[in-house]
């Protein structure tokens, strides 16, 4: 069992940058991929990021390309979200998430957060 508790949301000017992080428990949090979805009032989930478990590998959705970047300390059980040049479309709520599988879907991710608000203000 995995427990996400996220933390670091919060209002920033357009421009401005916050960095997400992701607590994680439990012993084989190591051994799972990671990944950043968002959620905007109105709208359906959003895939943002993702890591594999030994930091190999990451994947962005176009929108936060060279904006956004997800890093992971294993040693701390922590998932990170840095997120640069923010622009007021990305304001939503963000989770983090972790499974077995590597990938942009949603349904690759067992273990959720319960989220961090973000608003961006212009």
């Known amino acids: 069992q995995v427990q996400l508790v996220e933390s670091g949301g919060g209002l920033v000017q357009a421009g401005g940058s916050l960095r997400l992080s992701c607590a994680a428990s439990?012993?084989?949090?190591?051994?799972?991929?990671s990944g950043w979805f968002r959620q905007a009032p109105g709208k359906e989930p959003e895939f943002v990021g993702a890591?594999?478990?030994?930091?190999?590998?990451?994947y962005y959705t176009d929108s936060v390309k060279s904006r956004f970047t997800i890093s992971r300390d294993n040693a701390k059980n922590t998932v990170y979200l840095q997120m640069n040049s923010l622009k007021p479309e990305d304001t939503a709520v963000y989770f983090c998430a972790a499974g077995s599988y590597y990938g942009l879907g949603s349904g690759n991710y067992r273990y959720w957060g319960q989220g961090t608000q973000v608003t961006v203000s212009s």
């Open positions: 890591i594999d478990s030994s930091s190999t590998s990451t």
């Open positions: 439990g012993r084989t949090f190591s051994t799972y991929a």
